[in-house]
T-cell receptor, first 115, second 113 residues
């Protein structure tokens, strides 16, 4: 069975510093999609970044980048120049290919940003 | 461009009752998925609707059912509510069933007493 594990329940970072959130997953598929979602206290789940497993290049979106290690089944999120607005729950998610969005989420990491 | 909308935002029910939650997908999207997010946990996939049919289903009992209308909006129905059904219910939409990127609504917070 496919699983997603986020081993850091909470993380803390100083404003303007860099933080890395960890995620590992388990699958026997060779092609799939990985996502990081942000969920602030407003509850709205916001897409931060996505990665296709067939692409070796790590995805980047402004201050957010990932380190995708397919062999190790690792998918970490790096947030550079952290801002107060980055404080939220972050969820790592796995979606298998072409069988609908039976997306599997990790338990989440709560990120605190200190001023 | 309206995003995914859900109603109501909050709901309080008692055990044994039935509830209906509603979702309107993002403009241009025809596929809707529902998730249950218990407090302090990640969302869990309930089911997905495309072309007015349930296409995929997670590990949820038959008390959870849904419907999709011709305008692509969707309803989630839960019968015989249990205390454990208390959660945030999220709706997500995508352009079609082949598109893996989903956009989420703000959710409906259900409390069962």
């Amino acid at each position: 069975a496919q699983t997603v594990t986020q081993s850091q329940p909470e993380m803390s970072v100083q404003e303007a510093e860099t933080v890395t959130l960890s995620c590992t997953y388990d699958t026997s598929e060779s092609d799939y999609y990985l996502f990081w979602y942000k969920q602030p206290p407003s509850r709205q789940m916001i897409l931060v970044i996505r990665q296709e497993a067939y692409k070796q290049q790590n995805a980047t979106e402004n201050r957010f980048s990932v380190n995708f290690q397919k062999a190790a089944k690792s998918f970490s999120l790096k947030i550079s120049d952290s801002q107060l607005g980055d404080a939220a729950m972050y969820f790592c998610a796995y979606t298998p290919p072409l069988i609908g969005f039976k997306t599997i989420f990790g338990a989440g990491t709560r990120l605190f940003v200190k001023a | 461009d309206a995003g995914v909308t859900q109603s109501p935002t909050h709901l309080i029910k008692t055990r044994g009752q039935q509830v209906t939650l509603r979702c309107s997908p993002k403009s241009g999207h025809d596929t809707v998925s529902w998730y249950q997010q218990a407090l302090g946990q990640g969302p869990q996939f309930i089911f997905q609707y495309y072309e007015e049919e349930e296409r995929q289903r997670g590990n949820f009992p038959d008390r959870f059912s849904g419907h999709q209308f011709p305008n692509y909006s969707s309803e989630l129905n839960v019968n015989a509510l249990l205390l454990g059904d208390s959660a945030l219910y999220l709706c997500a939409s995508s352009e079609d069933w082949k598109q893996e990127t989903q956009y989420f609504g703000p959710g409906t917070r259900l409390l069962v007493l």
